[in-house]
């Protein structure tokens, strides 16, 4: 358990957070993700490349959108790291500004932390270097660049690590390998953008068991798949494994057609993603089923991908039974003049057969 420093009102309070493991074992954590997708919307990170130079260009827009997730409920600030390693940052010719990166995302993420009670994540992701027909070299290339990303996180305090979007099974084993040395707890999930297995041949289930029995404190998945097409995987993986399980879909309407976001098509047969996701936007209610239904699975850390904003955050915490500071102007739509009494009957109805 680590004491931190918050501020409120001008005022210096201790504070002792409890540990994410101690957070999971008393009840479910929410989480929120989607910083590079809501920041590229925003205007401070580029389609393509996708990588977060926003950290040091506009390190106040990092801020507020990490404030407006923690106002909407979430428990974790994850540390804008995504895509802040080597081999993405020669795509853009901001190589020498690795470390400056690192530190910078992990010390905006503990800033904003310390206005509320809520935990900082490391995060490592996929390289695009790991090659399982040259496993011994690639693998080397990626555990140091694991080892250099979190040595510079643990440095500017972190309570626990989030490796993602792991399309290889292989490459997660070495992001864990890399997080129990520095002993800290792990939550490794896989991205699942394959029908039903790893880029290196593992069924998802079996990939997040394998994860699990090599000492992961959290797996499961994120990304890729919205929550209809997630969910069924999710449930498999929840039966499979003694772990705690995460799930943090994207909040596009997959389905079984078109099971990851990247599969969707426009009405001309235009590939959807990145730019064209529009149209398949899930709204907030959806997202808050989601959060309920993960939860009756036994779901516990529930959390949302690209495409992630704070008013999903906001929908699924309420879910959940919370009341968050953004609660405050959860919509009323009783006070509107004209939809008022008509919109609110149905919003009534619809909450009255969620709860049930």
């Known amino acids: 358990m680590r004491s931190v420093v918050f501020r409120h009102r001008g005022l ?3 504070k002792d957070l409890s540990s994410i493991l101690e957070r999971l074992k008393n009840g479910v954590v929410l989480g929120a993700e989607g910083y590079v997708f809501e920041l590229e919307r925003r205007g401070y990170i580029k389609a393509g490349p996708y990588v977060p130079e926003v950290v040091l ?5 990092v801020k507020e959108l990490h404030r407006e997730f923690l106002r909407a409920g979430s428990e974790v600030m994850v540390a804008l790291t995504y895509y802040a390693h080597r081999e993405k940052l020669k795509d853009v010719g901001r190589e020498n500004d690795l ?3 690192n530190r910078q995302a992990v010390r905006l993420a503990n800033e904003v932390a310390r206005e509320g009670d809520a935990l900082v994540a490391g995060n490592i992701c996929n390289t695009w270097v790991y090659d399982p ?5 690639s693998s080397r290339i990626v555990r140091a660049m694991y080892e250099e990303q979190l040595a510079w996180a643990v440095e500017e305090g972190i309570d626990f690590v989030i490796s993602e979007t792991n399309d290889y099974l292989g490459e997660a084993l070495i992001a864990l390998e890399v997080i129990k040395q520095l002993k800290l707890p792990a939550m490794v999930t896989m991205a699942s953008v394959q029908q039903n297995q790893t880029r290196d041949g593992y069924d998802y289930v079996e990939a997040c068991k394998i994860l699990a029995d090599h000492g992961a404190d959290i ?3 994120n990304c890729d798949r919205g929550p209809e097409t997630m969910l069924p995987i999710i449930e498999n993986i929840r039966g499979a494994v003694s772990c705690y399980v995460a799930a943090q879909p994207v909040p596009y309407k997959t389905n079984t057609q078109h099971p990851t976001f990247e599969s969707l098509r426009t009405s001309s047969g ?3 993603f990145p730019l064209l996701l529009e149209p398949y936007f899930c709204n907030r209610f959806e997202m808050a089923e989601f959060a309920r239904k993960a939860h009756m699975i036994g779901v516990n850390y529930v ?10 955050v906001r929908a699924m915490a309420e879910a959940l039974g919370r009341t968050v500071p953004a609660s405050k102007y959860s919509p009323a739509m009783e006070l509107h003049p004209v939809l008022g009494a008509q919109i609110e009957e149905k919003h009534k109805e619809f909450l009255a057969d969620w709860k049930s």
Do not use: S, T, W
């Not at 260009?57 to 827009?61: L, M, N, Q, Y």
């Not at 027909?133 to 070299?137: F, L, R």
């Open 12 to 14: 210096r309070k201790e």
């Open 270 to 272: 235009e590939q959807a």
């Open 303 to 312: 959390g949302i991908c690209c495409g992630g904003a704070p008013h999903y």
């Open 99 to 101: 470390e400056l990166m």
């Open 133 to 137: 027909h040259n496993a011994k070299e």
């Open 57 to 61: 260009d506009f390190p106040e827009a």
């Open 219 to 221: 797996v499961g998945l």
